[in-house]
């Protein structure tokens, strides 16, 4: 019931549309239930009048009629099929974006979690059936009650026996399709799971094309595919098994309704109890309630596939977000980036602690590295002061203010993220450094590329910064695609800048143009970086050694060194040097 009382609400910016669907299937089902009144006018009324030109007077009359109610049958079809229509696809529109809305403002932790196709599939599939159910449900259980209701009120005028035979095996339907809908739930929700996984393991094989064929594993992911693609057709199967139940019992019973009409009304005709022409109307009325069974029979089947849609749109619209603003969060202005570490801890699920009590003063201006074992915190520890995560324990500050006291969007303005795996999004070299800014102007772009030491590569392109770069820039190389992230970064101009081993994965030449443009990035700003080559940092005002029990060491390189721990330990391996 919540569920359903939620979809509603969805239908609150289109009533006028709705309520003119609905006058709509009124006239519609009215003109349908008035037509076989009209034939037994014309049988018991009309065509046992002797005078000729008395019949033809009168069935033009009724023609006429009939054709007026059918133009207006018409414009109400055209009407509830397409505005109907419209309508859904509005709500589907407006569904898409809330839950486009929710999955940006949902954590990191979030997607640790969630596979990135599945989630596309609660977008895509899921809100689809939500849209035909929008459309088609109200609509099709308005014109199937009234239609019912209005066939055996007119029935119950002709002749009561046969009606209330007619209404119990009614019944006996509508109880059947109860009980089948029930069973039905399930299997769909199973198939809505299994084709979530389906979309999971296309999406995850697609996006590392390029690992699998270097590896020759298309047979391991054609394997994996097999094993969900099988499990989604054994729900499948089991599903229509249910449908076929469903729709061959309803059938049976539609058949049984034929034969109560024949056999009551051959009785009753046989005593001259009934007319043969109300006996015609009978069967016609059958066949106008037939539709609007069968219309009630799809309706159980779209209403389940709808509604299972919509809990799963509502288990993501109703997560709570686990880092937001609070109620007094303000901007933070022109800050300095004087960032502090308090007894900070952090575990992911409050668990498995990577972060323990780091305590840290980071003065504004400076350029402070973390170095450490592999899976010590450095990339944990930067992914907080953006609030990526939420600490576990203590706080951080920025120039004294409590970051959570400072709005996410004021708080991520201020700070500028180059990471080793660059993400390029579909489009141009020039959509992508303004992405930094996206009111910059091609002034702004232009700068920002020179000072990122990548100006002259895109001159050298025959679409200059008009060139597209490929999904995921895979028309350009790593040390490009970094060049192009620093770019970024210079447009934007944020006071604290996080570097998270940028050079790491890229060739001598390509380490040497990126350091340059690092150095000029770095100028005037709170730097954090996180080194892997030690060679990197040697001029760092501070290096800290961070490790799974805290910070071991802090100091400048020369000081590391002499003092011959951990630090000198990490740097003599890289270099080879036995002391």
Same mark, same amino acid.
């Given at each position: 019931?919540?569920?359903l009382?939620k ?6 910016p ?8 609905m006058f ?7 003109i349908?239930l008035?037509?076989p ?5 014309l049988?018991?009324d009309v %065509?046992?009048l002797k005078?000729?030109?008395k019949?033809i /007077?009168?069935v ?6 009939l ?9 109400c ?6 505005w109907g229509?419209i309508m859904?696809?509005k709500?589907e529109?407006n569904m ?5 809305n929710?999955?940006?403002k949902?954590?990191f932790?979030?997607y640790?979690?969630?596979?990135t ?10 809100l689809f059936d939500i ?28 002749n009561i026996?046969i009606t209330? +035979?007619?209404l119990?095996i ?7 399709s109860v009980?089948?809908? &029930?069973?039905m739930k399930d299997?769909?929700?199973?198939n809505?799971?299994?084709i979530?996984d ?7 094989t697609?996006?590392?094309i ?5 590896? @020759?594993?298309?047979?391991?992911? +054609?394997?994996k595919?097999k094993r969900g693609?099988k499990?989604?057709l /054994?729900?499948?199967?089991?599903s229509y ?8 019992g309803n059938g049976?019973f539609q058949g049984?309704l %034929?034969?109560?009409?024949i056999l009551?009304?051959?009785i009753?005709?046989s005593?001259s ?10 069967i ?6 037939l539709?609007p069974?069968d219309?009630l029979?799809?309706?159980t089947e779209?209403?389940?596939r709808?509604i299972t ?19 007094d969060?303000v901007?933070i202005?022109?800050? !300095?980036?004087?960032?502090?570490f308090?007894h900070v801890?952090?575990?992911y699920?409050?668990?498995n ?5 780091i305590s840290?003063?980071?003065?504004a ?6 170095v ?5 915190g450095k990339?944990?520890?930067?992914n ?5 995560y939420?600490?576990?324990?203590g706080n ?23 990471q080793?795996?660059v993400?390029m ?5 020039k959509? &992508?450094i ?7 102007t +091609?002034?702004e772009i ?5 000072? @990122?030491?990548?100006?002259e590569f895109?001159?050298?392109l ?9 999904e995921?820039?895979? !028309?350009?190389?790593?040390?490009q695609?970094q060049?192009?992230s ?6 934007k ?10 050079t790491s994965a890229?060739?001598n030449e390509?380490e040497?143009f ?5 150095e000029e990035?770095?100028? &005037?700003?709170?730097?954090?970086v ?9 001029n ?9 029990e805290g910070i071991?060491e802090?100091g &400048?390189?020369k000081?590391l060194?002499d003092?011959?721990g951990?630090? +000198?330990?990490?740097?003599n391996m890289q270099?080879?040097?036995?002391t």
């Amino acid at each position: 019931m919540k569920s359903l009382s939620k979809f509603l609400e969805y239908y609150k910016p289109y009533r006028t549309l709705f309520f003119a669907d609905m006058f709509c299937a009124l006239i519609l089902s009215a003109i349908d239930l008035v037509f076989p009144i009209i034939v037994r006018f014309l049988l018991n009324d009309v %065509y046992i009048l002797k005078d000729g030109n008395k019949i033809i /007077k009168y069935v033009l009359i009724v023609g006429l009629a009939l054709l007026i109610m059918y133009v207006i049958r018409y414009f109400c079809q055209y009407f509830i099929t397409s505005w109907g229509h419209i309508m859904g696809a509005k709500m589907e529109a407006n569904m898409r974006k809330d839950l486009f809305n929710q999955f940006q403002k949902l954590p990191f932790s979030y997607y640790d979690n969630n596979n990135t196709g599945t989630l596309m599939s609660r977008i895509i599939t899921d809100l689809f059936d939500i849209s035909e159910l929008a459309h088609h449900g109200p609509e099709d259980l308005f014109i199937s009650i009234l239609k019912i209701v209005g066939s055996f009120a007119i029935l119950s005028s002709i002749n009561i026996p046969i009606t209330l +035979a007619l209404l119990f095996i009614t019944l006996v339907m509508i109880y059947f399709s109860v009980f089948y809908n &029930n069973r039905m739930k399930d299997v769909f929700m199973k198939n809505r799971k299994e084709i979530a996984d389906v979309n999971a393991v296309v999406q995850d094989t697609l996006a590392g094309i390029r690992v699998v064929k270097s590896f @020759a594993n298309e047979k391991v992911e +054609a394997k994996k595919f097999k094993r969900g693609n099988k499990q989604f057709l /054994k729900t499948k199967e089991e599903s229509y098994f249910i449908m076929g139940k469903y729709y061959s019992g309803n059938g049976f019973f539609q058949g049984t309704l %034929y034969l109560t009409a024949i056999l009551f009304g051959g009785i009753l005709i046989s005593k001259s109890l009934l007319n043969v022409s109300d006996l015609v109307v009978y069967i016609l009325y059958i066949n106008i309630f037939l539709n609007p069974i069968d219309k009630l029979v799809n309706f159980t089947e779209q209403f389940q596939r709808g509604i299972t849609g919509f809990e799963r749109f509502l288990q993501i619209i109703n997560t709570k977000p686990s880092i937001v603003d609070r109620e007094d969060a303000v901007e933070i202005i022109n800050p !300095k980036g004087n960032i502090k570490f308090n007894h900070v801890s952090f575990g992911y699920h409050d668990k498995n602690i990577i972060l323990k009590d780091i305590s840290v003063d980071i003065p504004a201006g400076k350029n402070i590295a973390l170095v450490g074992p592999s899976g010590g915190g450095k990339t944990t520890f930067c992914n907080l002061i953006p609030r990526f995560y939420e600490t576990t324990e203590g706080n951080i500050t920025i120039d004294g203010m409590d970051i959570k006291d400072i709005k996410l969007n004021s708080l991520r303005n201020s700070i500028g993220l180059v990471q080793q795996d660059v993400y390029m999004f579909g489009g141009t070299i020039k959509e &992508n450094i303004a992405y930094g800014k996206q009111d910059a102007t +091609a002034e702004e772009i232009i700068e920002a590329a020179r000072r @990122a030491n990548i100006h002259e590569f895109i001159e050298s392109l025959e679409d200059g910064y008009d060139t597209y770069v490929g999904e995921r820039g895979v !028309k350009l190389s790593g040390g490009q695609k970094q060049r192009l992230s620093i770019a970024r970064v210079f447009l934007k101009n944020p006071p604290i800048l996080i570097l998270d081993e940028a050079t790491s994965a890229l060739d001598n030449e390509s380490e040497k143009f990126i350091q340059e443009s690092l150095e000029e990035l770095t100028k &005037n700003r709170t730097t954090i970086v996180i080194a892997h080559r030690l060679s990197t940092i040697r001029n760092a005002d501070e290096i800290m050694v961070l490790t799974a029990e805290g910070i071991k060491e802090k100091g &400048n390189h020369k000081e590391l060194i002499d003092k011959n721990g951990m630090y +000198a330990a990490l740097y003599n391996m890289q270099f080879d040097i036995i002391t």
